[in-house]
C-alpha cells in the first residue's frame, strides 16, 4: 500500500486527529448518519491486532461498559476501511471503547471513517495509546520501540513529539531488556517500573525481583537489594540500611533507654508501621511486659 503524502506528524496524536475530522457521510451503504453523527453496526467494527494496547483492567472495562450502557459513547471511535474485508471497518483508536460497548449489549456505535494505509494506521494507534491510555510500563516502551523500529523515529523525535523527556524515553526503553518474566511482574501490576529498573543488566533479576514482590519492598529497597547482591537471610539488613536517619535515631533512643534492640519499620506511604523489641531470654521478656503493662512504676 502506498505511503499518504499528508501523512500526520509525530506527536499530533488524537487530538489533532479529531480536529479535522470530515464528519459528512460516507459512501458505504453500511453507515448511517444520524443528527450529523456517524454510527456502525458494532458487528461491522473489528480490532487492529497490531496496536500497541494488549493488556484491558477487567474492573476498569467493566466501570466503563456500565457508564456507556448509561450515557452512551460521547467520543466516536476512530475506523479505517478494513482492507481485506468488504464491509467491515479496522478500529485506529478507541478500542477499550469498542470492547465496552459490546459489554454493554449495544448495537451500534458512533464513528469516524478516516483513510489510514497500514504505516499510518499503526502509528496513529501507539500514538493515541502512550499519550491517553493507561498504558502500563512494558506497553508503553513496547510503544516507542514501535515508533522507532517501524518509522525510523529517534529516541529524540519520539521524546519531542510526545512531550516527554529523552532520559525518560531512555529509561522506559531499558525495560525491554528485562527476562520476560519479570515484564509480565510489571504488565500484571504487581512490580512496578522503579523497581524494574533496578533489576536492568542483573544476572538474577527474576530471582531478586520476586523477592521484591514477596517483601512488598519500597524502590530503595530494592536498589539496596540488587547493589548489595544479597541473599533472603540478609534482608533484614537491606531494610534497615535503606530507613531515613530520623527513624534510625528513634531506633537508638529506644534501645539505649530499653537496653534491647529496637526496630522500626515504617509504611512510607500509608504512615502506619510497626515496632519490633528483641529480647534474648525471660527475664527481658518479663521487663517488657513491666513496661507496657504500667507494672514497673
Known amino acids: 500500500?502506498?505511503?499518504?503524502?499528508?501523512?500526520?506528524?509525530l506527536g499530533r496524536g488524537l487530538s489533532a486527529l479529531m480536529a479535522d475530522i470530515d464528519s459528512g457521510p460516507s459512501k458505504s451503504s453500511e453507515v448511517?448518519?444520524?443528527?450529523?453523527?456517524?454510527?456502525?453496526?458494532?458487528?461491522?467494527?473489528i480490532a487492529n491486532l497490531d496496536q500497541p494496547r494488549q493488556d484491558f483492567n477487567k474492573e476498569e472495562l467493566d466501570d466503563l461498559a456500565k457508564s456507556i450502557a448509561a450515557r452512551g459513547i460521547i467520543q466516536p471511535i476512530i475506523v479505517r476501511a478494513a482492507p481485506d474485508q468488504n464491509g467491515f471497518f479496522q478500529i485506529v483508536a478507541g478500542e477499550r471503547?469498542?470492547?465496552?460497548?459490546?459489554?454493554?449489549?449495544?448495537?451500534?456505535?458512533?464513528?469516524?471513517?478516516?483513510?489510514?494505509?497500514?504505516?499510518?494506521?499503526?502509528?496513529?494507534?501507539?500514538i493515541e495509546n502512550v499519550q491517553r491510555a493507561n498504558l502500563n510500563a512494558v506497553e508503553e516502551?513496547?510503544?516507542?520501540?514501535?515508533?522507532?523500529?517501524?518509522?525510523?523515529?529517534?529516541q529524540e523525535q519520539v521524546s519531542s513529539g510526545l512531550g516527554k523527556s529523552r532520559s525518560?524515553?531512555?529509561?522506559?526503553?531499558r525495560l525491554l531488556n528485562l527476562p520476560v518474566s519479570v515484564q509480565n511482574f510489571i504488565r500484571d501490576g504487581i512490580l512496578s517500573a522503579g523497581h524494574a529498573r533496578t533489576l536492568i543488566g542483573n544476572d538474577r533479576a527474576l530471582e531478586l525481583a520476586k523477592i521484591m514482590i514477596k517483601e512488598k519492598m519500597s524502590v530503595r529497597q530494592a536498589e539496596i537489594l540488587t547493589k548489595q547482591g544479597v541473599i533472603r537471610n540478609n534482608l533484614q539488613s537491606v531494610k534497615a540500611s535503606s530507613k531515613d536517619s530520623d527513624t534510625r535515631a528513634i531506633e537508638a533512643d529506644l534501645s539505649a533507654n530499653?537496653?534491647?534492640?529496637?526496630?522500626?519499620?515504617?509504611?512510607?506511604?500509608?504512615?502506619?508501621?510497626?515496632?519490633?523489641?528483641?529480647?534474648?531470654?525471660?527475664?527481658?521478656?518479663?521487663?517488657?511486659c513491666s513496661i507496657l503493662t504500667g507494672a514497673s512504676k
Open 141 to 154: 516502551a513496547l510503544g516507542y520501540k514501535a515508533l522507532m523500529d517501524q518509522f525510523g523515529h529517534t
Open 258 to 288: 530499653l537496653a534491647l534492640g529496637v526496630s522500626i519499620e515504617h509504611k512510607d506511604v500509608a504512615g502506619s508501621g510497626k515496632v519490633i523489641i528483641s529480647y534474648k531470654n525471660l527475664d527481658d521478656l518479663d521487663r517488657i
Open 168 to 173: 525518560y524515553i531512555a529509561n522506559i526503553l
Open 97 to 126: 471503547r469498542w470492547r465496552a460497548a459490546q459489554q454493554a449489549k449495544l448495537h451500534e456505535v458512533p464513528v469516524v471513517i478516516r483513510e489510514f494505509n497500514d504505516e499510518e494506521l499503526l502509528e496513529v494507534a501507539i
Open 1 to 9: 500500500m502506498s505511503k499518504k503524502k499528508d501523512r500526520k506528524g
Open 32 to 45: 448511517e448518519v444520524i443528527s450529523s453523527k456517524t454510527v456502525l453496526p458494532i458487528e461491522k467494527i
